[in-house]
């Protein structure tokens, strides 16, 4: 699990970086750039750009099939 302050990822090879914020519970913020967040059960996949959400479901089939009837 790769590692960069706050941030992780899942797989060395992802795209998407999950924040570590152990102080908000039930709360899944992720980034592409370490920047701009998102919040995956308000965000996803309204806020999403296209290319975002592709990115999105390609690394979280899980979340993906999870969300299915909000495409």
Do not use: C, H, V
Request: charged share 35%; glycine share 2%.
């Amino acid at each position: 699990m790769e590692r960069s302050n706050n941030f992780y990822k899942n797989n060395p090879d992802d795209r998407i970086w999950w924040l570590n914020n152990p102080d908000k519970k039930g709360e899944w913020i992720f980034s592409f750039d370490k920047k701009e967040t998102f919040n995956m059960f308000a965000d996803y996949p309204y806020k999403l750009t296209l290319e975002q959400k592709k990115i999105f479901d390609e690394e979280n089939p899980y979340w993906a099939d999870f969300f299915g009837d909000r495409s």
